[in-house]
């Protein structure tokens, strides 16, 4: 996949990841970084970064619980290591960090 096509295939799905962020009912501060990144801290303190790794064509995400990298594949993010679709998997880390289940729904 060409690099612009990525950043922009990134910047979209990131986009929908803070919106839902914002409707999820988790109290967690949504901080947009230049160059794909989005800084997330939590009531509790901790932070979670999900950022755009445009040289390995993939999506990552640092929480409290480990680092996770995400590639595009069939028209969902899935996770290199075990292919766990990032929707589900981010839902279980944000839930994991906040303390709280997370109902974390991409928008139509």
Known sequence: MEESAFNA??????????????????????EPKPGGVLELEF????????????AAREIWVAAKSGGFHFRPEGGRWVNTRDGAELWTMLAALLGAQAG???DLQPPA
């Open 9 to 30: 295939l990134a910047e979209a799905e990131l986009a929908r990841i803070e919106h839902a962020l914002e409707d999820c009912g988790v109290d967690i501060d949504i």
């Open 43 to 54: 009531a509790n303190g901790t932070k979670m970064i999900l950022n755009r790794h445009t």
């Open 100 to 102: 709280e289940t997370v």
